[in-house]
Each structure stands twice: as C-alpha cells, then as structure tokens.
T-cell receptor, first 115, second 114 residues
Framework: GQNIDQPTEMTATEGAIVQINCTYQ??????LFWYQQHAGEAPTFLSY????GLEEKGRFSSFLSRSKGYSYLLLKELQMKDSASYLC????????????????FGGGTRLMVKP | EAQVTQNPRYLITVTGKKLTVTCSQN?????MSWYRQDPGLGLRQIYY???????DKGDVPEGYKVSRKEKRNFPLILESPSPNQTSLYFC?????????????FGPGTRLTVT
C-alpha cells in the first residue's frame, strides 16, 4: 500500500514564500504530482516529478527526493488567489512493473493567504 | 481545447435506482480514472483504465462498475446506489504532455443519494 502525508493547513502572507511538504511511502514509485484545488472545483495540474531535483514553473516549483520519499511545492510571491488546497499524489507501478495508473492522493493542504 | 467532460454535474436520486455518470475526454489519453472526494478523506480512486477494455480497481471500488469500450469514454455505473455513495465524483484522464505525464480532471459530479 501507499502512505502519503502532508500538513492539513498552512497560513501565509501575501507576497511571501511558502513551502508545502509531502512525504510518502510506496513500492514501485513512478512519479509524484501536485495539484491545486479551489473549493468546489476540480483539481488542476501543477507539476509532475519523476526524477530527483527541482522543477520550476513560474511562481511554482516542485522538488523531489526519491531516496527520502519527500517532495515539496514552493509557492513564491503569494497572491490572494493562491488560497486553495494543494494535493500531493503518488503514482505507483503495478506488481507486474507495467506503468499503471494507480494514483494515491494525500489528504491535501489547505493554504490560506492573508493580506 | 483539451478537456474532460462529465454529465450530469448535479444529481439527486433515491436508493437503489441505477444511474450512470458519463465521462469523455478529447485528448486521446490512454489512461482514465474515477475518484470520489469526501470531507476529511481526500480524493480516493474508484477505478482506473489503462486502455480500451482494460480496467482495474482502485482503492474504493465496491458498489461501482466501469466500462471502457472506446478510448474517449469511461462511464461510471452505480447499479444500486446507497446513501454512503453521496459524494463529489471526478473523472480524470492522463497522458504524456510536454513535461511528462499530465492529468486533467473533469468539472465534477455532485451526487446525493437519499
């Protein structure tokens, strides 16, 4: 099975930087996703990491360390519209090593950005 | 425009009355999935499909069926809905994008079973 942990809630100030951590335990790791979800809406894709290192995409960056089972999402120059839940999800290979689509989500981190 | 569509968006039904939620994607993705989202429990995968006629159970498949007869469609079937299936349902499709795999979610279907 898989176990994914991320903080339940975080608060940050507009214009600041915030780091949302995600730790996971899984067999057959085959990629980690970050999504943003505003209340009542569908999750939207932010990033995908499968190799160690940092992926930068505008104000958002995502980091992965496979040996530590750890990822973080970094949000810079926070804006009020960044108030949302951020979901970490891990993709696992199937038992036969085929690239399956078994995705397990963490519970999400609710980020509140204050003026 | 790349998108995943779901219908209906909202549905109120009674226990035991069979229903189908449709899902369609226009990106020629091989992978499609169904999730349910409940307060405090996050997103949980119900079923997924790796290609036409290839489906497998996710974490919470009990009470649900799926089919994948065409690449673009992946309907979710509740043969005999029960109140514990009241939830927000998302369909998603998944394929190779510019930066690796990207997963797109449909807008969601809010189902209430009374």
């Amino acid at each position: 099975g898989q176990n994914i942990d991320q903080p339940t809630e975080m608060t940050a100030t507009e214009g600041a930087i915030v780091q949302i951590n995600c730790t996971y335990q899984t067999s057959g790791f085959n990629g980690l996703f970050w999504y943003q979800q505003h209340a009542g809406e569908a999750p939207t894709f932010l990033s995908y990491n499968v190799l160690d290192g940092l992926e930068e995409k505008g104000r958002f960056s995502s980091f992965l360390s496979r040996s530590k089972g750890y990822s973080y999402l970094l949000l810079k120059e926070l804006q009020m519209k960044d108030s949302a839940s951020y979901l970490c999800a891990v993709r696992a290979l199937l038992a036969n090593n085929n690239a399956g689509n078994m995705l397990t989500f963490g519970g999400g981190t609710r980020l509140m950005v204050k003026p | 425009e790349a998108q995943v569509t779901q219908n209906p968006r909202y549905l109120i039904t009674v226990t035991g009355k069979k229903l189908t939620v449709t899902c369609s994607q226009n990106m020629n993705h091989e992978y499609m999935s169904w999730y349910r989202q409940d307060p405090g429990l996050g997103l949980r995968q119900i079923y997924y499909s790796m290609n036409v006629e290839v489906t497998d159970k996710g974490d919470v498949p009990e009470g649900y069926k799926v089919s994948r007869k065409e690449k673009r469609n992946f309907p979710l079937i509740l043969e005999s809905p029960s109140p514990n299936q009241t939830s927000l349902y998302f369909c998603a499709s998944y394929g190779q994008g510019i930066r690796g795999y990207e997963q797109y979610f449909g807008p969601g279907t809010r189902l209430t079973v009374t």
